[in-house]
């Protein structure tokens, strides 16, 4: 029992000194120092500003569109024929682009050719008949008045009885008959003036329908109007068509424009530069070329469809410009002068910037926007003025998501100065 009770005791007190132990170690140990948390610093892209002179940009979007676009149609009944000119041709003016069956049309054409040659023939055949009757009337009346003298012989003959009733009867006869003659040939001398004006007035229609089949005869061949470019070709050879039918679509080379609309902000600048007789100028990419334009005109009423004001504009070339394409048209606004600028990913919401001051912490400022434009590489620009900002302060170009003032930032141009993007300086 005792052995017992000893050894218990001896291993309860290996165990208490074993934890006394562990206990002095633990607390002995050396407390590794506190490292203090370091702040984040965020690397950015920046940019040093410098004043320029530039023209802002007003971007649009513009559509082809043409102030002469011709359909024509067919005057006639014929068949085609020929089509030279195909859809997207140019041709010249006078080019023969479609040709129609001219058959039916001659034989139109001789009828009223036939018809003039009969009007003008029964006009000069009215003219001699009525100085044939004026001569005639002459003869007439000295006849009736030859009939007059011997019918009044008659009467005094009869008074004194020396002849007989039947004689007197024949003479008065005669001169009634011929007061008729001479009554109708006056008829016909005074009527002369309507008849004539009726001949003339049937030749006159006469004349014009013989004019709207010769019209017909030559829209058998087809000539281009102006210089142009088919649009459209409606018909096809062999094919029936009748008056009114559509036969082809032209548009005029010089008459392509490009309408645009502009933003009700920018209507009052873009007046007033039209008003000041400032040729306003633009430029857009067509097809990968670039193209320049003028501003030619304002609309002088709102659009129907969208209410707002549209812009017109003349490019100076018009090869290859087809109708209805959509494009980018960028407006040169008014020039600026001691402006600053950068690229679009420097702004912050719609006006804010950030400077960067010399603890390497950003400084957010306000800024006026003035306009924006596209440097030699396409890269879009934002031009802008603000009174807090001097020459060869750098702005952050990084759109930080959560930038705010004092936000300590490196910037990856420390090292190796960046160039700056063309500004435009001019």
Do not use: C
């Not at 607390?27 to 002179?53: A, G, I, M, Y």
């Not at 603000?386 to 998501?401: F, K, N």
């Amino acid at each position: 029992m005792k052995s017992n009770k000893s050894k218990h005791l001896i291993v309860s007190g290996f165990v208490g000194l074993t934890i006394v132990l562990i206990a002095y170690l633990v607390s002995s140990k050396p407390t590794p120092p506190v490292k203090p948390k370091q702040e984040t610093v965020w690397t950015v892209d920046t940019e040093r500003l410098t004043r320029v002179d530039r023209s802002p940009e007003l971007d649009l979007i513009g559509e082809i569109e043409s102030t002469q676009r011709t359909l024509i149609t067919s005057r006639s009944s014929s068949t085609v024929t020929a089509t030279p000119f195909l859809a997207g041709r140019e041709f010249h003016q006078s080019d023969i682009l479609l040709r129609l069956d001219d058959v039916e049309v001659g034989a139109t054409l001789t009828q009223r050719q036939a018809d003039v040659q009969e009007l003008e023939a029964a006009i000069a055949e009215a003219r001699a008949n009525h100085q044939a009757n004026q001569e005639a009337l002459k003869t007439e009346e000295t006849l009736l008045a030859l009939a007059r003298k011997a019918y009044e012989r008659q009467q005094r003959l009869i008074k004194n009885k020396v002849t007989s009733e039947e004689r007197s009867d024949n003479a008065l006869s005669a001169l009634h008959q011929q007061e008729l003659s001479v009554t109708n040939r006056r008829l016909s001398v005074n009527n002369f003036t309507n008849t004539l004006a009726q001949l003339e007035a049937r030749l006159k229609r006469a004349k014009a329908q013989l004019t709207l089949a010769q019209l017909d005869m030559e829209q058998t061949a087809l000539k281009a109007p102006f210089d142009g470019r088919v649009v459209a070709l409606k018909v096809a050879i062999g094919e029936r068509v009748r008056s009114g039918d559509p036969l082809i679509e032209l548009v005029a080379l010089d008459s392509l424009e490009v309408r645009a609309q502009i933003p009700d902000k920018w209507v009052p600048q873009i007046r007033s530069m039209m008003s000041d007789n400032d040729t306003a100028s633009a430029y857009a990419l067509v097809y990968g070329q670039e193209l320049q334009l003028t501003m030619d005109r304002i609309a002088a009423a709102a659009n129907t469809s969208t209410g707002g004001i549209d812009i017109y504009l003349h490019p100076q070339n018009t090869d290859s410009l087809p109708l209805g394409k959509p494009i980018d048209l960028h407006v040169k606004l008014p020039h600026q002068e001691n402006a600053f600028t950068v690229p679009l990913s420097a702004i912050y919401g719609d006006d804010r910037v950030y400077i960067v001051n010399e603890e390497s912490r950003l400084q957010a400022v306000t800024i006026n926007r003035l306009g924006r434009y596209r440097d030699d590489n396409g890269r879009e620009r934002v031009i802008f003025t603000a009174p807090e900002i001097d020459e060869g302060q750098s702005v952050v170009t990084t759109q930080l998501p959560k930038a705010v003032t004092g936000l300590k930032i490196k910037s990856r141009q420390d090292s190796v100065e960046k160039p700056i993007p063309d500004n435009g300086g001019q």
